[in-house]
């Protein structure tokens, strides 16, 4: 839901280094879309969380020119589009440096809105099997 949230929000351009880095999963390392995140903090700044939402193969590719856990992380000069969400949560649309970038249609559309489409299918799907089962308990009920 907050990947889908920030395609309707207006988008900002921020610069720095990273300060801080964390990868919350309860699944640890699943490469299921969506639960494994990498948050993170730039310029020392404790008050703006982004959160890049990407799959394991988009981390691969992206560690031959930035990661998160290299030494010299901190060191590395980003270019950041983020959309807010809320008063400090920025979801992380693109990124870039000067060795090089993961762009907004690979890690958007090609990403975030296609496993939200998916994921938004499979809660619909749902809620009708549930709406078909009740409406069956109800009229086998009435029997």
Not at 59 to 64: G, S, V, W
Request: hydrophobic share 45%; glycine share 6%; proline share 3%.
């Amino acid at each position: 839901m907050p990947a889908l949230k920030g395609l309707v929000q207006e988008e900002h351009l921020f610069y720095g280094t990273v300060s801080h880095a964390a990868i919350p999963s309860i699944f640890g390392g699943s490469n299921i879309p969506f639960f494994d995140k990498t948050i993170f903090q730039i310029n020392g700044d404790d008050q703006a969380n982004f959160i890049l939402y990407a799959s394991t193969d988009m981390l691969n590719n992206m560690a031959e020119w930035y990661s998160f856990a290299s030494r010299d992380a901190g060191d590395i000069p980003l270019e950041i589009s983020a959309s807010r969400i809320n008063d400090k949560t920025f979801i992380v649309h693109s990124m870039s440096s000067s060795d090089g970038e993961i762009d907004f249609e690979t890690l958007v559309m090609d990403y975030q809105v296609y496993y939200g489409f998916i994921g938004c299918t499979i809660v619909f799907a749902l809620a009708i099997a549930a709406l078909a089962l009740f409406i069956l308990w109800i009229v086998k009920k009435r029997k």
